[in-house]
């Protein structure tokens, strides 16, 4: 094959990146004392650049969804990426830096026969990752994923952030073509799940067909919560959860002009911002005096109204819905005040609830979820991933729950590790263990929110930066140390402080600063 002389091996500074094409590639150059190792350049979950994340020690992490990357072998190490990298030959030759490109298709390894069957209920983040990697792994007995949906697996934040706007983005929904389960053997099947029984391990669905299984991962997800308000079956009243209930969105959005949207949780200033960016008259009516209080405070959930209002979204905060109003279509929102918002398009936003209901032999705790330990096992033979799983926080923590997308993609990652048999070589003989800093991300107006940690209360939130800007990076502070941060427009710091809250939990507001990245920029970026 032939080699391709890119760049002097002087030019590249001992921890130095640089991006070069060659041919159709983009490759990344990572300079590593006196080697140098070259991955893709472009993260394949959206397309970012990514000589313009963090490297950490063998990790690269991507600046806007903040995937993780080996810079040695381009391995994926996080979500919400779903391919690795490509790694390019490498060989120094007179102080040249000379690459090879791979050949596109490795050959497939022989794998020895196996008779079990693993089923996975969801076909979301965690059952998707679940599936792959079940095969990544050498797992060669039958993947059955069963899906109310008849969709390949898809990206669901893109819903209410990109698909209501109309707003191009690149992130890669479904997450794999329809080939990719053919070629793995990953069975895909159509079915309202109506009973799990974890004592005999049988599963029985909707349409009267049922089935066993060795390991079985539930990855159900949350429902949105629908409320008992007079009014609320009228159409023209919607939930989004999926790709069906967005599109039903869009079909009314294109007739109608004024919008109201019930609740202020991130899906529904999400939506609320869509809708706007599509020019519709939007109001938002929240029982809260400020969005994302319990999650981010007041301080910074009001950033988030400053934000809407100046483009032109309408709030009513603090107030209760009484009732929709209509004869057939909703014509008006009641206030409990007894303001009258009128409305041709509603969407609520009031919450989720986790999809538990036909899980027999494990008792659901009250909120819904299914209690997990570190491996994400629920019971013998049976784990449970994303939005349903109550799992320690850092692994050995209190249990919590949390519903967002790349959280959901470790879980199903993990339990699949456990599933297979893998994860003992990991985790010391235990199993593979989740117990990574919990991170997600919001975007409103092409503006995005990144969180890092989890935070249920806290003694103080410091601030860098410019909350009217808004750019910010806030630190949430519990007797000293910082439990959580917060960070709009801050790409490369929140990537760095996702990195360092995964290192220790000890830190301090001043160890932090006010540009964590640049504990990175050293060079060979080693640990701090």
């Given at each position: 094959?032939?080699?391709?002389?890119?760049?002097?091996?002087?030019?590249?500074?001992?921890?130095?990146?640089?991006?070069?094409?060659?041919?159709?590639?983009?490759?990344?150059?990572?300079?590593?004392?006196?080697?140098?190792?070259?991955?893709?350049?472009?993260?394949?979950?959206?397309?970012?650049?990514?000589?313009?994340?963090?490297?950490?020690?063998?990790?690269?992490?991507c600046p806007w969804h903040k995937a993780a990357f080996c810079i040695r072998t381009g391995a994926?190490?996080?979500?919400?990426?779903?391919?690795?990298?490509?790694?390019?030959?490498?060989?120094?030759?007179?102080?040249?830096?000379l690459l090879t490109i791979p050949p596109a298709e490795p050959a497939t390894p022989t794998l020895?026969?196996?008779?079990?069957?693993?089923?996975?209920?969801?076909?979301?983040?965690?059952?998707?990752?679940?599936?792959?990697?079940?095969?990544?792994?050498?797992?060669?007995?039958?993947?059955?994923?069963?899906?109310?949906?008849?969709?390949?697996?898809?990206?669901?934040?893109?819903?209410?952030?990109?698909?209501?706007?109309?707003?191009?983005?690149?992130?890669?929904?479904?997450?794999?073509?329809?080939?990719?389960?053919?070629?793995?053997?990953?069975?895909?099947?159509?079915?309202?799940?109506?009973?799990?029984?974890?004592?005999?391990?049988?599963?029985?669905?909707?349409?009267?067909?049922?089935?066993?299984?060795?390991?079985?991962?539930?990855?159900?997800?949350?429902?949105?919560?629908?409320?008992?308000?007079?009014?609320?079956?009228?159409?023209?009243?919607?939930?989004?959860?999926?790709?069906?209930?967005?599109?039903?969105?869009?079909?009314?959005?294109?007739?109608?002009?004024?919008?109201?949207?019930?609740?202020?949780?991130?899906?529904?200033?999400?939506?609320?911002?869509?809708?706007?960016?599509?020019?519709?008259?939007?109001?938002?009516?929240?029982?809260?005096?400020?969005?994302?209080?319990?999650?981010?405070?007041?301080?910074?959930?009001?950033?988030?109204?400053?934000?809407?209002?100046?483009?032109?979204?309408?709030?009513?905060?603090?107030?209760?819905?009484?009732?929709?109003?209509?004869?057939?279509?909703?014509?008006?929102?009641?206030?409990?005040?007894?303001?009258?918002?009128?409305?041709?398009?509603?969407?609520?936003?009031?919450?989720?609830?986790?999809?538990?209901?036909?899980?027999?032999?494990?008792?659901?705790?009250?909120?819904?979820?299914?209690?997990?330990?570190?491996?994400?096992?629920?019971?013998?033979?049976?784990?449970?991933?994303?939005?349903?799983?109550?799992?320690?926080?850092?692994?050995?923590?209190?249990?919590?729950?949390?519903?967002?997308?790349?959280?959901?993609?470790?879980?199903?990652?993990?339990?699949?590790?456990n599933m297979a048999g893998q994860g003992a070589a990991q985790g010391a003989g235990q199993g593979?263990?989740?117990?990574?800093?919990?991170?997600?991300?919001?975007?409103?107006?092409?503006?995005?929110?990144?969180?890092?940690?989890?935070?249920?209360?806290?003694?103080?939130?410091?601030?860098?930066?410019?909350?009217?800007?808004?750019?910010?990076?806030?630190?949430?502070?519990?007797?000293?140390?910082?439990?959580?941060?917060?960070?709009?427009?801050?790409?490369?710091?929140?990537?760095?402080?996702?990195?360092?809250?995964?290192?220790?939990?000890?830190?301090?507001?001043?160890?932090?600063?006010?540009?964590?990245?640049?504990?990175?920029?050293?060079?060979?970026?080693?640990?701090?």
């Amino acid at each position: 094959m032939p080699q391709h002389d890119v760049a002097a091996l002087t030019d590249l500074p001992d921890g130095a990146m640089r991006t070069v094409q060659v041919e159709d590639h983009q490759i990344l150059l990572i300079r590593d004392g006196q080697g140098v190792h070259a991955i893709g350049a472009v993260c394949p979950h959206a397309g970012a650049p990514l000589d313009q994340g963090i490297r950490n020690a063998d990790r690269i992490v991507c600046p806007w969804h903040k995937a993780a990357f080996c810079i040695r072998t381009g391995a994926l190490l996080d979500p919400p990426a779903v391919d690795p990298l490509p790694r390019y030959d490498v060989r120094i030759d007179s102080q040249r830096i000379l690459l090879t490109i791979p050949p596109a298709e490795p050959a497939t390894p022989t794998l020895p026969p196996d008779r079990r069957s693993f089923v996975i209920v969801g076909a979301g983040a965690a059952g998707a990752l679940a599936a792959q990697t079940l095969r990544q792994t050498g797992f060669n007995g039958r993947v059955i994923m069963l899906d109310r949906e008849n969709r390949v697996p898809y990206d669901r934040t893109v819903l209410s952030k990109f698909t209501l706007s109309g707003e191009p983005n690149a992130e890669k929904s479904p997450l794999q073509p329809q080939s990719f389960y053919r070629q793995h053997r990953i069975e895909r099947r159509t079915a309202e799940v109506t009973r799990l029984d974890a004592t005999q391990k049988r599963i029985d669905c909707a349409d009267g067909s049922s089935l066993t299984y060795d390991a079985a991962l539930l990855a159900t997800g949350a429902d949105p919560i629908l409320p008992k308000l007079p009014g609320a079956a009228l159409k023209n009243v919607f939930l989004l959860r999926s790709r069906s209930d967005a599109d039903a969105i869009l079909a009314q959005a294109e007739r109608s002009q004024r919008v109201v949207v019930l609740g202020a949780s991130f899906i529904a200033m999400e939506v609320a911002a869509s809708l706007r960016e599509r020019g519709l008259d939007v109001t938002v009516v929240g029982q809260e005096t400020a969005p994302f209080a319990k999650q981010l405070g007041e301080r910074i959930g009001n950033v988030f109204v400053g934000l809407h209002r100046n483009n032109g979204v309408e709030f009513r905060l603090g107030q209760k819905v009484q009732a929709l109003h209509g004869e057939t279509d909703v014509q008006a929102v009641v206030l409990a005040d007894g303001q009258r918002l009128a409305a041709d398009l509603v969407v609520i936003g009031f919450g989720v609830r986790p999809v538990t209901g036909y899980l027999h032999g494990v008792a659901p705790h009250p909120d819904g979820g299914v209690t997990v330990d570190a491996t994400l096992k629920a019971a013998d033979g049976l784990y449970a991933a994303g939005d349903i799983a109550r799992f320690p926080l850092h692994g050995d923590g209190p249990p919590i729950r949390v519903e967002h997308w790349r959280v959901a993609q470790q879980h199903g990652r993990v339990a699949a590790l456990n599933m297979a048999g893998q994860g003992a070589a990991q985790g010391a003989g235990q199993g593979a263990r989740y117990d990574a800093t919990p991170v997600f991300w919001t975007i409103q107006y092409l503006k995005r929110l990144d969180y890092i940690g989890h935070a249920t209360d806290w003694d103080d939130i410091i601030v860098h930066g410019d909350l009217e800007k808004p750019e910010f990076l806030a630190y949430y502070v519990k007797a000293g140390w910082v439990i959580a941060a917060a960070g709009l427009d801050h790409d490369q710091d929140t990537a760095a402080l996702i990195e360092l809250f995964n290192q220790r939990r000890d830190w301090t507001p001043e160890a932090l600063g006010a540009t964590p990245a640049e504990r990175f920029k050293s060079p060979a970026s080693k640990q701090p």
